[in-house]
DNA sequence: TTAATATCCTACTAATTTAGTAGGGAAAAT
DNA sequence: ATTTTCCCTACTAAATTAGTAGGATATTAA
């Protein structure tokens, strides 16, 4: 499961791409707007930003902004930036590998499954974009 | 991700698959063959016990052994007893489901999305069994 | 140059989940 | 009756999650 943290930061990347082109937008009326506990959208917001997909301006008429376009932004990158790996064990995992022990990888018929598992569930997460999330919910 | 102790039950499952039709099979043995501490192995075991999936028999000649044949177990059945819900949002578990505050689901873009990827997730998790798992490692 | 606005940064905390461990109880076989 | 083996309750340590607190820094504008 998604943790809430990024379910927070699905939320509010919605917003700042239903904003696209409207330059700066500020934390707190994501906060508002979608409900999102203001300091800890700060965090989340930030952790989006130093990963290249936001920018943000200081100050008067300053605020977040995605740094490209919604349709470019895949619900794949943003999982794997606040959530972490996509697969459901690590061994398997194209960003986030880590050997398992105590067991021999080509063998592993666990391993297989869990590789087929993976390809089908990105095949959705690195098509889909925030756009679409936009689309779907007019 | 899955948890470890997922991950210990489709070993140890596998194991016993492994044994199908040739009696019951000590969990020392399991936890020994497997690499998976034993006290916690006990606590797993009975889970899937009480969930249906195994059967035991205590006393000497005693020990756990499939209820169904492996063909008939599927990783999505194991992962929603030991893990919990498949879904990566609880609004769209068919197992697990609740309701989220502050969303319309009939035009929740997010959901829609988890729906898709729900869908394909489990198109694999429902059909690949633990004869697959066996089959693959072979 | 000062005040106001808004993000940025570090650190802390409470609650929950995960990954076990401990110790005996109960049933079955011999 | 003794041994074998699973069964059950409860406890604990470590890690993760979900925040909060408080000020530092950059930008704008009077």
């Known amino acids: 499961m998604l943790s809430k943290k990024t379910r927070y930061a699905l939320r509010a990347l919605t917003y700042l791409g239903e904003n696209y082109g409207k330059g700066p937008v500020l934390i707190s009326d994501i906060s508002r707007e ?3 506990p203001l300091k ?4 989340i917001l930030n952790e989006l930003k130093k990963a290249d997909v936001l920018e943000s301006k200081k100050g008067k008429g ?4 995605l740094k490209a376009s919604p349709k470019k932004i895949s619900l794949a990158k943003v999982i ?3 959530n972490g790996p996509i697969a459901l064990v690590p061994c398997v995992s194209l960003n986030f590998y880590e050997k398992c022990e105590d067991c021999d990888e080509k063998h592993c018929g ?4 869990m590789t087929i598992t993976r390809d ?7 098509k889909k974009t925030l756009a679409d999330v936009i689309f779907a919910s007019a």
Chains 1, 2 share one sequence.
Do not use: H, S
């Not at 300053?62 to 902004?65: A, K, M, N, T």
């Open 120 to 126: 089908a569930t990105l095949k959705i997460l690195e």
């Open 110 to 113: 666990i391993r297989q499954m």
């Open 62 to 65: 300053g605020g977040y902004f």
């Open 34 to 36: 979608k409900k999102i």
């Open 80 to 82: 794997r930036i606040v």
């Open 40 to 43: 800890f959208l700060e965090n």
